[in-house]
């Protein structure tokens, strides 16, 4: 039995859907991807494939912001995405929940 409420559960499958649709998900059961965090997985999810789809990239964006404004979660007064590839996201759910945006870096800056 799922956890989430029928209205969470419409918009993850309408991500997933998304995902799907723009070839994000990759499936490679017999040789697993080597993810960051250091362990295997036989699926590989590649969000930055959202960046170059404008209708992926705005309903994934307004369904992120409902679920955020629909959520038993506390105030936050800032949107941060790591570096790199979560610069962009955070700008555009920064944008369309009208907050500030910084970014956070791997390393200090030199």
Same mark, same amino acid.
Not at 30 to 43: M, N
Not at 61 to 67: N, V, W
Not at 77 to 93: M, V
């Given at each position: 039995?799922?956890?989430?409420?029928?209205? #969470?559960?419409?918009?993850?499958?309408?991500?997933?859907?998304?995902?799907?649709?723009?070839?994000?998900?990759?499936?490679?059961?017999?040789?697993?991807?080597?993810?960051?965090?250091?362990?295997?997985?036989?699926?590989?999810?590649?969000?930055?494939?959202?960046?170059?789809?404008?209708?992926?990239? #705005?309903?994934?964006?307004?369904?992120?912001?409902?679920?955020? #404004?629909?959520?038993?979660?506390?105030?936050?007064?800032?949107?941060?995405?790591?570096?790199?590839?979560?610069?962009?996201?955070?700008?555009?759910?920064?944008?369309?929940?009208?907050?500030?945006?910084?970014?956070?870096?791997?390393?200090?800056?030199?």
């Amino acid at each position: 039995m799922s956890h989430l409420s029928a209205a #969470q559960n419409e918009i993850a499958t309408k991500t997933a859907k998304t995902l799907l649709d723009i070839k994000a998900v990759n499936i490679r059961p017999e040789e697993p991807y080597q993810l960051t965090a250091g362990w295997a997985s036989p699926v590989y999810i590649d969000c930055r494939k959202v960046i170059a789809f404008p209708k992926a990239r #705005q309903d994934i964006t307004a369904m992120t912001a409902q679920m955020l #404004q629909q959520a038993d979660a506390p105030e936050f007064d800032i949107i941060a995405g790591g570096e790199t590839a979560g610069i962009p996201y955070a700008a555009f759910l920064a944008e369309a929940l009208n907050k500030p945006m910084c970014y956070i870096r791997k390393k200090p800056k030199g």
